[in-house]
């Protein structure tokens, strides 16, 4: 079973997603996300220039065999544009080989550990009212588990919140906007707003928050001490994410549990902060780094450290990436929670997926291999629309992280 064809799909059906596509000899088409907010095209010519030439030929069923050869061969290892490559070329032959078996990916990755998976969806508002009416909202649709954001008092604009129903995009404008970040406020804010959610729906539902990586770590203590009270399920990217050692510092202020890793695109990045038990929840997803065959091995060093996974599944991992996540969450044993924001319209006249929403989880089809497929003739309709991530200064014109 050979590769003969290879193709990189670009497409923005409500926000750009790159696809890679491999064909076999005998006509087996897999599909795999190769979508990197803001830097898609390094990707797409990742791909096309150095990654598909070496495929040409290739058994399609030595899944592991290609994956050295493509992360070893390269000599320059790591990083998100080749760890992304390498993951949709992993994606779609897991979903070759699924479709050959006529199994789903999870059954290949030893069968279903639980029915179906928790998920949590994001609530937020342009005030702590709006917010409140969102997570009824998400109550009301079942969810058991919801991210609250809400606009900060006093500065412009807040990363993370919509106003209406539709999910927030995480990218607007063909330049990055600029965004004005005031810690003191935002430290001062979150505390007052979980008190406001606890107080008016109680404690019979989990509350996770996401700092988006803008704290130091004796701030992201205070923080998480503060939360204390409102018994969060995570406080999410508390700290820039690559210096592993400041999770020690907040780990030894507060009980608060810890979630990070979704810029993370190696087992490397988070070695250290499972095997010191630095966080709660591992949050690397299959498209960003090397794909199912890398994120199952970290999920496994993650299980034996007590660290439970809870996969990044914003709106710019296509539905393929978030299949292949769902693929893996069902079959592990350490599954913790997963992200679910869903797709703007009209994601859905490109790719049908294989999954649904019911009752607070995602369920999967029975389908082959990942079970999404692509319509190629819509995907055309909608050609890329070169979007960016916002950055975020402080007052003093000084950038800020994020
Ligand atoms: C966020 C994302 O979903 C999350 O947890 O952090 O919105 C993230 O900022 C985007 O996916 C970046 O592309
Ligand atoms: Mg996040």
């Known amino acids: 079973m050979k590769i003969t064809d290879a193709q990189v799909i670009v497409t923005a059906p409500g926000r750009n997603y790159v696809t890679l596509k491999l064909v076999t000899d005998d006509g087996v088409v897999g599909y795999g996300d190769a979508t990197l907010n803001g830097r898609e095209l390094a990707v797409a010519a990742y791909l096309t220039e150095h990654v598909l030439p070496l495929l040409a030929g290739r058994d399609a069923s030595r899944i592991g065999d290609t994956w050295q050869y493509l992360y070893k061969g390269a000599y320059w290892r790591r990083g ?46 342009a005030d702590v009212d709006g917010l409140l009416a969102d997570v009824a909202r998400h109550l009301e649709l079942g969810y058991t588990a919801v991210r609250v954001q809400a606009k900060i008092p006093g500065m412009d604009s807040t990363y993370g919140t919509h106003t209406g129903a539709q999910i927030y995009e995480p990218a607007s404008g063909a330049l990055p906007t600029e965004e004005t970040w005031n810690t003191a406020a935002y430290l001062d804010f979150v505390p007052a707003m979980m008190k406001r959610v606890r107080d008016e729906f109680g404690y019979g539902f989990h509350l996770l928050h996401d700092v988006h990586h803008r704290l130091t770590p004796i701030e992201a203590a205070r923080l998480g001490g503060a939360l204390e009270p409102y018994r969060l399920f995570w406080l999410e990217d508390a700290t820039p994410a690559e210096d592993q050692e400041a999770f020690r510092l907040i780990r030894s202020h507060t009980v608060t549990p810890l979630a990070v890793g979704e810029v993370f695109n ?137």
């Open 80 to 125: 998100p544009v080749t760890m992304t490559a390498i993951s949709a070329v992993d994606q779609a032959l897991w979903d070759i080989k699924g479709k050959v078996a006529g199994l789903p990916v999870h059954e290949l990755l030893g069968g279903k550990a639980r029915e179906a998976l928790t998920v949590y969806g994001h609530a937020s508002g």
């Open 266 to 402: 190696t087992i490397w990045d988070c070695r250290q902060l499972i095997s010191e038990r630095l966080i709660d929840y591992i949050r690397t997803p299959v498209t960003h780094a090397g794909g199912i065959s890398h994120v199952r091995r970290i999920m496994d060093l993650a299980d034996l450290y007590g660290v439970r996974s809870g996969c990044h599944g914003p709106g710019d991992i296509s539905p393929i990436g978030m299949a292949a996540n769902l693929h893996l969450d069902l079959a592990i044993p350490n599954f913790g929670i997963q992200e679910y924001m869903g797709h703007r319209d009209p994601a859905g006249e490109v790719f049908d997926w294989g999954y649904r929403y019911e009752g607070g989880m995602l369920w999967l089809s029975d389908r082959p291999g990942l079970g999404v497929e692509v319509d190629e003739e819509a995907a055309r309709r909608y050609p890329y629309d070169p979007k960016y991530l916002p950055v975020a200064r402080l007052a003093d014109g000084g950038m800020h992280d994020w």
